[in-house]
């Protein structure tokens, strides 16, 4: 069984960071497809960043501030997340086993239950 655990988030003045961490058990991370995605209230789930083997991708509005990463030994995905804004604030959700384009949720398999991240201003 695929579990999938985000843990890091909380509460963060504006421009300051935190770094989220997904760690997955019953699936190896190495060669998968790893994505977050946010979903901020009445808002629909967002794309933020994903790695591909090696490659990131990155939505427009957190390039330059969001870093992911991957550490295998760890089994675990990294949201490096600096310079946040009020409107980085959502939950925000780790997804594995993508098949197909990396920035739409469907091409996901495995979702994780979601971390709070509050910025204020």
């Known amino acids: 069984q695929v579990q999938l655990v985000e843990s890091g988030g909380g509460l963060v003045q504006a421009g300051g960071s935190l770094r989220l961490s997904c760690a997955a058990s019953?699936?190896?991370?190495?060669?998968?497809?790893v994505g977050w995605f946010r979903q901020a209230p009445g808002k629909e789930r967002q794309f933020v960043a994903a790695?591909?083997?090696?490659?990131?991708y990155y939505e427009d509005s957190v390039k330059g501030r969001f870093t992911i990463s991957r550490d295998n030994a760890k089994n675990t995905v990294y949201l490096q997340m600096n310079s946040l804004k009020p409107e980085d604030t959502a939950v925000y959700y780790c997804?594995?086993?993508?098949?197909?384009?990396?920035?739409?949720?469907?091409?996901?398999?495995?979702w994780g239950q979601g971390t709070q991240v509050t910025v204020s201003s």
């Open positions: 019953g699936r190896t991370f190495s060669s998968d497809g």
């Open positions: 997804a594995a086993g993508a098949s197909g384009l990396y920035s739409r949720s469907m091409s996901y398999r495995y």
């Open positions: 790695i591909m083997w090696t490659i990131r």
